[in-house]
């Protein structure tokens, strides 16, 4: 039974999952979207007192740090127990594409030149790791959400903004995956 | 006690993500290359069975936990902000492989250097919010 749960799991599958994740919170009278908690721990940082945009009751948002919380103990868990015996099936036009790159594909879930503790002595790596995550948090926060917040939930809901924010994720996805990886790697 | 639940939530959530391999680097490389069906099968998936569920609990009017009524918020124009941050949000996706949710998924599944790009989403966070007067939305 954990032999075939440490299997990747099926995309349908995997759908229907995040789906039930996001009803467990509706029922609970709140909603799926995670990058508020960015906001949040900005505010519980002391944000609010320079800062209006951070200066609410982010208490009443406990429950999603509890998420928060949860989900870097899921992936603890997923590593100790479920973690796959055999390396990801990447498609090989990918990994040829990504040699190009100067990427190698290691079989694991990340690359090593990016996310290795031996990539962090080069300095170019923090500035792509840093600005990658700046230009997460400010667009998230900019849009009003992240996947969860609009790619799920918006588009749960029909709302046509969530569509226009899934259409602006792809369009700026694509240009670095497209454009700039090349120049920067 | 009340806020397990939540973690609980939070737990099963990273665990979909690690089997799901959303929280790849490679597999979001994959995604924007149009490489592989994989991702465009779990949104696709999700967002189906998602509508369908909202669409049930709006018609038979389902009440939650605390009988109190399921409400759907709709967002609010004008949409600029919209499609500006969400460009914004899809470059820093690509160039890391992980949205808010995975970051931190992957630094529980081992990889602390993750740790970098949030402290860079929690600094993008915060400029957001001292520059936002300034921006269209």
């Known amino acids: 039974m954990i032999d075939f749960i440490r299997q990747p799991w099926p995309w349908y599958f995997s759908g229907f999952m995040i789906v039930l994740i996001m009803l467990m919170l509706i029922f609970w009278g709140k909603s799926f979207g995670f990058s508020s908690n960015l906001r949040t721990i900005c505010s519980m940082a002391g944000a609010g007192k320079k800062v209006k945009f951070f200066d609410f009751n982010w208490k009443a948002q406990q429950w999603n740090l509890l998420f928060l919380l949860g989900s870097i103990i899921g992936g603890w868990i997923s590593a100790q127990f479920l973690s796959n015996p055999n390396e990801l099936q990447l498609s090989a036009n990918t990994v040829a594409d990504l040699k190009d790159l100067g990427i190698h594909f290691n079989g694991a879930l990340n690359p090593d030149e990016l996310f290795s503790f031996a990539a962090l002595s080069n300095p170019k790596t923090w500035l792509l790791l840093l600005t990658g995550g700046i230009l997460v948090g400010f667009g998230s926060r900019y849009a009003g959400g992240c996947t969860s917040g609009h790619a799920i939930s918006g588009l749960s809901n029909l709302q046509l903004p969530s569509l226009i924010a899934v259409v602006g994720f792809f369009i700026g996805g694509l240009l670095m995956t497209w454009l700039i990886l090349p120049f920067i790697l | 006690m009340k806020s397990i639940k939540y973690i609980l939530a939070g737990i099963l959530f990273g665990i979909v993500m690690?089997?799901?391999?959303?929280?790849?680097?490679?597999?979001?490389?994959?995604?924007?290359?149009?490489?592989?069906?994989?991702?465009?099968?779990?949104?696709?998936?999700?967002?189906?069975?998602?509508?369908?569920?909202?669409?049930?609990?709006?018609?038979?009017?389902?009440?939650?936990?605390?009988?109190?009524?399921?409400?759907?918020?709709?967002?609010?124009?004008?949409?600029?902000?919209?499609?500006?941050?969400?460009?914004?949000?899809?470059?820093?996706?690509?160039?890391?492989?992980?949205?808010?949710?995975?970051?931190?998924?992957?630094?529980?599944?081992?990889?602390?250097?993750m740790a970098v790009v949030i402290i860079g989403a929690l600094l993008g966070t915060f400029l957001y919010g001292l520059i936002k007067d300034k921006l269209p939305h």
């Not at chain 2, 600029?80 to 998924?105: E, H, N, R």
């Open chain 2, 18 to 113: 690690i089997k799901s391999e959303a929280v790849s680097w490679f597999r979001i490389y994959e995604m924007f290359r149009f490489q592989s069906f994989q991702m465009y099968g779990i949104i696709g998936t999700a967002v189906v069975l998602g509508a369908i569920s909202v669409f049930l609990i709006k018609r038979m009017n389902w009440k939650d936990a605390s009988h109190l009524p399921i409400v759907f918020k709709d967002k609010e124009r004008p949409y600029t902000k919209y499609l500006i941050g969400g460009t914004i949000f899809g470059l820093g996706w690509a160039l890391t492989g992980a949205c808010p949710g995975p970051m931190f998924v992957n630094l529980g599944y081992g990889y602390l250097t």
